[in-house]
Structure formats: C-alpha cells, structure tokens
C-alpha cells in the first residue's frame, strides 16, 4: 500500500513537470514567432533560429524581409516601354546608353540605345552582393573572413579597384559587402565570392541561377563576380535596371548601396580600420535632382566606359532607376544621370 501511495505521488510530480516545461516552451516560440514577425515583415513565424540555421546551409537563400521603403515598387521583373520613350534621351555628349524607369509602374519612360546589349562592367558587383545577401543572409554579417593572396592578386593581376585589404587580413563578412560595393574592391568582391560559393567560379555559377529566377537569363550572361570583361559577361541596360530593383528590394543590398562612406573593422594591418566612399553617391548628393539618389553603382572597363546604375525617390515620393553606359568621364556619367532625373522627375 504504502509503495502503491509512493508511487501515484512520484508520477503526479513527473506529470505536472512534463506539462510545466509544455507550457513553458510554448510560451518561449510564441514570444520568438512574435520577434520574427517584427523583424521580417512578410515572413513572419521565422524564428532568428532557423535563420541562422538557414545561414548556415550551404546554398541556402535567405528570402527578402521586405521594406516600407520598396513596397510601393511594382511587382516582377519585367518592364514596358511608355508610348512617350520615343522622345528619347539626346543631348551633346552624352552617355551612348541610358534607360529611366518607373519603379512604381515598371514603365521605361525614357531612353537612348537601352535594348541591345552592354558591358556592365562593376555595375556587376550589385548582383555579387546580392546573391552573396541572400545565400549568406544577416546571421553571418559579422563573421570574420580572411582576405588571401588569391583574393588581393585576383585584383592586381586584373588592373581592378581594391577596397585595400591585406594579405591574411581578417575582416567581417559585413566590411567585405562594403568593400565590393563603395571603392568597388575587386579584392572585396573575390573574398565574398569565396565565403559564398566556396569559390570564384562556382559563384558566378550562382550569379547566373539568380539572372534565371529574375526571367533575364535571356539577355544576360555573367562569367565573374568583379565585371571584367568577357565575351561572355554582358546584359541590358534594363536587365541591370531589375538587378538593382532586386538589391534594393534586399534590406543588406539596399543599406550597402546607400552608404556613402564606411569604415572597416580595425585590424594589425590596419588598426584604425579602412574608410571607404562611394563617390557617385558623394558626388552626386548635392546636386538637384528634383529628389535624392539613394542607391548607387559605378563601373569602368574600357569596353563599357564609365557607367552607373542608381535608384532616386522623386520629391513627389515617384521610385526611378536610371542605368547609364558609354560616358566620357565619371563626372559626364554623374551629370547624366542628374540631368536625367531633373528632366524626368518632379
């Protein structure tokens, strides 16, 4: 009898505990539910958790979390053209190609040689951050990465730009998608290809399935993660258009993007760190555009010239992208695209 007691009071005490620690972790993944939710409008439920373990996995892609700021871009990838874009673009001495598109409606409104295609040169390191933000995603952001000889004579033997970094240099996984995007660092750009993909050429592979999924694999074809010329690296000026509605619609890209300067993390080679600049946008920031260049990406081979991708909010709130190519000079491309905005927008 007295066994019999013993034992209906030991699995009383096992059963409530059971249910204790039910309640309790229920109680935790609703609180978790409720933080995903804030943090990743339209993906709500995701725990930081899964990210992480998303992160993680070779491959695997982080969805977009969405932002106030994009939400009035129109939906897709595929653009028309505007009963009006016949009055294209002229003026002396202007860019050989140039394209402005309404972000809100996908209308090409105005535009001079915009269909056939170009060189896009760095332009090309907007997708390399892009498919790098997505497969990587923000868990890893502050992951330190070692930067290789491979990786800095990767630049040098190509004559490209360099964020500046040392050889066994280690950084954050965040100063290498500046790196790549404000002093348009081909060493920065290697270095993120190979945390990404494992390697240079297996990362343009991954360019290339994302050109597939945004439906431009038809027009474009990318062979490098940095934008050096190739037979076989080229698009339009609308498809680099939709990469950079894509980037922008990414909260790492867009925040990357609009980054004037930035100063990366200190270390032996460099104890106060390296600060960078995007010129375009320093450039650019004090001139009249009808409304603020928000987003920007230059690029230069001798193929392509000097060309630039950006993104301006109108003073009416109206979304544009413009896509130059084939400017004498990196100022002529910069005045390009602010006489296109003031023409165009209001």
């Known amino acids: 009898m007295i066994i019999a007691v013993l034992a209906a009071i030991l699995f009383g005490t096992v059963f409530l505990t059971v249910q204790l620690r039910r309640k309790i972790s229920s109680h935790d993944t609703g609180e978790s539910t409720v933080a995903g939710s804030e943090d990743s409008a339209g993906d709500a439920g995701t725990s930081e958790s899964t990210d992480a373990a998303a992160a993680e996995?070779?491959?695997a892609v982080?969805?977009?979390t969405g932002s106030a700021e994009t939400a009035d871009f129109f939906s897709g990838y595929t653009v028309h053209t505007a009963p009006s874009v016949a009055a294209a673009l002229t003026g002396e001495g202007m860019s050989d190609h140039a394209v402005l598109i309404n972000v809100n409606?996908?209308?090409?409104?105005?535009?001079?040689?915009?269909e056939g295609p170009i060189v896009p040169a760095s332009m090309t390191k907007i997708l390399t951050v892009l498919v790098a933000a997505e497969h990587l995603g923000p868990a890893a952001l502050d992951e330190p990465f070692t930067v290789t000889i491979d990786d800095t004579?990767?630049?040098y033997r190509n004559d490209g730009s360099a964020a500046g970094f040392g050889i066994d240099e280690t950084v954050t996984v965040r100063d290498l998608f500046y790196g790549t995007i404000l002093p348009s660092g081909a060493d920065a750009a290697s270095a993120l290809a190979r945390r990404t993909a494992g390697s240079r050429e297996a990362f343009a592979d991954l360019m290339n399935q994302k050109l597939a999924e945004l439906g431009l694999a038809d027009t474009?074809?990318?062979?490098n993660c940095v934008g050096l010329y190739d037979a076989g690296h080229y698009c339009t000026l609308t498809d680099m258009a939709m990469i950079l509605k894509a980037a922008v619609e990414n909260d790492i890209c867009r925040e990357v993007l609009s980054a004037h300067t930035w100063t990366t993390t200190a270390t032996e080679q460099h104890p106060e760190g390296i600060t960078i600049s995007n010129w375009f946008l320093r450039r650019i920031e004090d001139k009249d555009t009808h409304g603020e260049v928000r987003c920007a990406k230059t690029g230069f081979v001798?193929?392509?010239r000097n060309c630039a991708a950006s993104w301006h909010i109108a003073s009416d709130g109206t979304d544009w992208i413009c896509v130059t190519a084939g400017a004498h000079s990196a100022w002529r491309c910069i005045y390009d695209h602010v006489d296109i905005y003031q023409k165009f927008t209001q």
């Open 57 to 59: 996995t070779p491959g």
């Open 302 to 304: 001798k193929e392509s």
């Open 105 to 114: 409606t996908g209308e090409i409104v105005a535009g001079k040689n915009w």
């Open 62 to 64: 982080q969805e977009n």
């Open 153 to 155: 004579d990767y630049s």
């Open 220 to 223: 474009a074809h990318f062979t």
